[in-house]
Nanobody, 126 residues
Framework: QVQLQESGPGLVTPSQTLSLTCTVS??????????WSWVRQPPGKGLEWMGV???????YYSPSLKSRTSISRDTSKNQFSLQLSSLTPDDTAVYYC??????????????????WGKGTLVTVSA
């Protein structure tokens, strides 16, 4: 069974860059059956999708965060990472990594998230 685990700092200073890593076990991040996503949830608010990295390394980002977000991967470690720059206190949230399953064959598409990490709380504060 696949497992995802987020890691990174719990406290970050405003204007700095956040770096989080998701370690995946029980499945490869290079298989075409899945893509891998980052989602966050600010305190008292709903989930916000941040971006996704596909099996071939291509990335897609939320338009509202695109200018500050970068997702990368290390296939040798079966990890993918998130970088979010120019942090403000509004970026305080629980950050999750998740797996996105593929559907269809002739015209495959990726939709939803079936496995999630437990999440890691990131606080942006001076």
């Amino acid at each position: 069974q696949v497992q995802l685990q987020e890691s990174g700092p719990g406290l970050v200073t405003p204007s700095q860059t956040l770096s989080l890593t998701c370690t995946v076990s029980g499945g490869s991040i290079t298989t075409s059956y899945y893509a891998w996503s980052w989602v966050r949830q600010p305190p008292g608010k709903g989930l916000e999708w941040m971006g996704v990295i596909a099996f071939d390394g291509s990335c897609y980002y939320s338009p509202s965060l695109k200018s500050r977000t970068s997702i990368s991967r290390d296939t040798s470690k079966n990890q993918f990472s998130l970088q979010l720059s120019s942090l403000t206190p509004d970026d305080t949230a629980v950050y999750y990594c998740a797996r996105v399953p593929r559907y269809g064959t002739a015209t495959p598409y990726y939709y939803g998230m079936d496995y999630w990490g437990k999440g890691t709380l990131v606080t942006v504060s001076a």
